[in-house]
């Protein structure tokens, strides 16, 4: 598995570990959302879940579940601000296409899905 964090998300996880000291690391997956199909989910991983693939980043524990994995495999997470937000923006090599408002994304596998 191959999930990486530039340095300005690494430093926005830690910050949010830290608030949360029992955590195991960071979470990173996909569900079903938007038009395009699938969409990002970043939380914290506060307990290890059965099949979870585990990279570890500078410290940090990248927690993705084995439905996840594919669609994710090779993403760099970034942490930008624009204007006045800040948000986690991603390079998703297995990205086929995306919304135009941006909230979603497919696969080539999550056609077939």
Same mark, same amino acid.
């Given at each position: 598995?191959?999930?990486?964090?530039?340095?300005?998300?690494?430093?926005?996880?830690?910050?949010?570990?830290?608030?949360?000291?029992? =955590?195991?690391?960071? &979470?990173? @997956?996909?569900?079903? *959302?938007?038009?395009? #199909?699938?969409?990002?989910? +970043? $939380?914290? =991983?506060?307990?290890? &879940?059965? @099949?979870?693939?585990? *990279?570890?980043?500078? #410290?940090?524990?990248?927690? +993705? $579940?084995?439905?996840?994995?594919?669609?994710?495999?090779?993403?760099?997470?970034?942490?930008?601000?624009?204007?006045?937000?800040?948000?986690?923006?991603?390079?998703?090599?297995?990205?086929?296409?995306?919304?135009?408002?941006?909230?979603?994304?497919?696969?080539?596998?999550?056609?077939?899905?």
């Amino acid at each position: 598995m191959a999930i990486k964090l530039t340095p300005a998300a690494l430093e926005r996880v830690r910050r949010f570990l830290a608030a949360e000291p029992d =955590a195991l690391g960071l &979470r990173f @997956g996909v569900e079903r *959302t938007g038009c395009s #199909g699938w969409g990002y989910v +970043v $939380d914290i =991983a506060r307990e290890a &879940r059965e @099949g979870d693939s585990v *990279t570890v980043q500078d #410290g940090v524990r990248i927690h +993705v $579940d084995p439905d996840s994995l594919p669609m994710v495999d090779g993403t760099t997470i970034d942490f930008v601000r624009r204007g006045l937000n800040h948000e986690f923006v991603f390079d998703n090599p297995n990205a086929a296409a995306a919304c135009g408002c941006g909230e979603s994304f497919t696969t080539d596998a999550g056609k077939a899905a």
